[in-house]
């Protein structure tokens, strides 16, 4: 044999021992990553939820407040100024008081006021009414009606029939008191025919969560 094939002859042999000993690696390699351990975790989370309400509460004196959820439990507001309710006539105006909060607990929402009956045929025709928002809880007079900060609400002169436009907020938890000073008066223009007519007229506080 002569020294080129034997060159050749150990080339070869020493090819095939080196890619012997590389395919055992790969198969070291791959036992390895199979019998790799793992691990799992994970996380959780919960939430309780209740759900809260939302209630007004009324008052003819700015102070002790109750509900009257309906036209059946309406309170009836303490009117007096110029003229007794009871009697009135031409060019007497009187005036009464009704705050609205809401109850605690309660959220936060607004409240509209709404002329929800009108009696036509009776004294209705011939009252007009205005209503302000005043900032005490005060509306016995004149100067209650027109005291500094005073809001109108329902402009003067309107029919009985007339509801607002806008709404008032009341803050969640009784946290504030909207005060409504009602004038109710008879034009001096009006003639005998309201005299001796009655009339009971009732007015909705909507209120509208927010």
Known sequence: ?????LRTRRRGLALRRIRAVLAGGLVLGVGATVTLA???????????FTAGKFDVVGSINGTAFASHATAGTAIAMTFAAAADAAALAPGKTVYALFSVKTANPSVAGTVK???STYAS???????TYGVKTVTAAQCASAADYAAAGSTVVIADGSALSTSATASQTVTANGGNQVNYCFAITMPSTVGNGAQGL???QTWQFAATSS
Do not use: I, P, V
């Open 113 to 115: 006021l709404t002329a």
């Open 121 to 127: 045929g009776t004294l209705a025709d011939y009252l």
């Open 38 to 48: 793992s691990w799992n975790d994970g996380e959780y989370a919960t939430g309780t």
């Open 198 to 200: 009655a009339l009971t």
């Open 1 to 5: 044999m002569t020294r080129r094939r």
